[in-house]
């Protein structure tokens, strides 16, 4: 069975400050990844996709940035926080194309900037 | 860019009543897919119905694609029931998955 993994489970951060979110799928091989993010009371927004090892593509311009640097890891992160930054962060994952196929979410990321 | 429509925003039930979601969106899609976000965030996947009628338990989805509308029919609803109903688009022309505003249903013992 796959498991999806998300790290750190929540995390209060400075702004300014660097952040890296993780995300480790086990129990399938090239998986379609997604980052996904959501304001306190907001909508669910996707932020970036990947179909491979070392290929991501941005959805939404949030100063945020994103690597797959294994098969099995996606990686979010910026080098500098802003306030808006704070909300929920979610990394999924799905066997065929999204456009075809159901994808699956990890437990995700709680961020507080302060 | 495409947009999708959920209602209505918040729903009341007595257990043991049914309950229907709508979602409509703007543009044409290949992918449909209803989420329960449960109070503390989480997502678990419910029914992917691109087009047509699934079931599943007491899940019934109902898709209209040249009507873009889905349907979430919930039967003899539980207080565990309770959370937040999502759609999500993906759009048959972009690679970008769309989510909808979402239902909060609150089920009553």
């Known amino acids: 069975a796959q498991t999806i993994h998300q790290w750190p489970v929540a995390e209060i951060k400075a702004v300014g400050s660097p952040l890296s979110l993780g995300c480790t799928i086990k129990g399938k091989s090239s998986p379609n990844l997604y980052w996904y993010w959501q304001a306190t009371g907001g909508t669910l927004q996707q932020l970036f996709y990947s179909i491979t090892v070392g290929q991501v593509e941005s959805v939404v311009q949030l100063n945020l940035s994103a690597s797959r640097p294994k098969d099995d890891q996606f990686i979010l992160s910026t080098e500098k926080l802003l306030l808006s930054h704070s909300g929920f962060y979610l990394c999924?994952?799905?066997?065929?194309?999204?456009?075809?196929?159901?994808?699956?979410f990890g437990p995700g990321t709680r961020l507080l900037v302060l | 860019g495409q947009q999708v429509q959920q209602s209505p925003a918040s729903l009341v039930l007595q257990e043991g009543e049914n309950a229907e979601l709508q979602c409509n969106f703007s543009s044409t899609a290949t992918q449909l897919q209803w989420f329960y976000q449960s109070p503390g965030g989480s997502l678990v996947s419910l029914l992917s119905n691109p087009s047509g009628t699934k079931h599943t338990g007491r899940l019934t989805s109902t898709t209209v694609t040249k009507e873009r509308r889905s349907s979430l029919h919930i039967s003899s609803s539980q207080t565990t029931d309770s959370g937040t109903y999502l759609c999500a688009i993906l759009s048959s022309n972009t690679n970008k998955v769309v989510f909808g505003t979402g239902t909060r249903l609150q089920v009553l013992p």
């Open positions: 999924a994952w799905s066997r065929g194309l999204f456009n075809q196929d159901t994808q699956y």
